[in-house]
């Protein structure tokens, strides 16, 4: 079974131009990961200056090579700061497990 993640990041207003476009890049050089089913960053239609972004992994080894990639570095150095708040990270498993 594979694995699911939402995670919603409440950016500060003057960061999101900036923060998306780590976002666009980030999105960009997971896709290519083996181990990277889906990963995709959205911005909310309901909330301001909110991003979601929606995970699928195959496996956790996947998601643990994942965050050794120096592309996850360089992002989590561009956005640092980006945040009002904590990002919220939802790992969600089906009903019937």
């Known amino acids: 079974m594979s694995i699911e993640i939402t995670v919603l990041f409440d950016v500060l207003p003057g960061r999101l131009p900036e923060t998306a476009a780590a976002f ?4 960009a050089a997971t ?5 990277a089913i889906r990963f995709d960053a959205c911005l909310s239609e309901e ?20 965050m050794k990639e120096g592309y996850v570095t360089d992002f989590l150095a561009k956005v640092d700061g980006a945040y009002a708040r904590p990002p919220y990270v939802l790992r969600l498993r089906p009903l019937d497990a």
Not at 47 to 66: G, R, S
């Open 31 to 35: 896709r290519r990961e083996s181990g």
């Open 24 to 27: 666009k890049e980030l999105c």
């Open 47 to 66: 909330h301001e200056n909110v991003i979601v972004l929606v995970e699928e992994w195959a496996h956790q080894a996947a998601i643990d090579l994942h």
